[in-house]
């Protein structure tokens, strides 16, 4: 999750390298492995996008841009990168990590 983004990286790298075919995430509909790995690339590319000097709302379109597939509707694509540039901005002012983050 967002508060240790890069925790959150190893994780969903772990579950691609098992072998299921469908994934139940805690939130949303099921994915297939394929989009599951859709998901996995765009939060990495997000990531990759916040330690970055890209603007806020380039991150918010690398986010939103990432998952469009997943949503399936350009206009909540918009409200979700929209959405999502808090994030890049809070995880700037936290050194890239919330402060409850128990590991580095």
């Known amino acids: 999750e967002t508060a ?4 959150w990286r190893a994780a969903l790298d772990e579950v691609m390298r098992s072998p299921f075919t469908t994934a139940i995430p805690g939130h949303g509909e099921r994915m ?15 990531v990759d996008c916040v330690h970055s000097d890209a603007s806020v ?6 986010w939103g841009a990432g998952i469009a597939s997943l949503l399936n509707d ?15 901005t809070y995880l700037r002012n936290t050194g890239g990590k919330s402060r409850d983050c128990l590991t580095n």
């Open 4 to 7: 240790c983004p890069q925790q």
């Open 32 to 46: 297939t492995r394929n989009q599951f790995n859709t998901y996995r690339v765009a939060f990495g590319a997000f």
């Open 57 to 62: 709302h380039e991150c918010g379109d690398v």
């Open 74 to 88: 350009p206009a909540r694509q918009e409200r979700v990168s929209r959405n999502v540039e808090y994030y890049v």
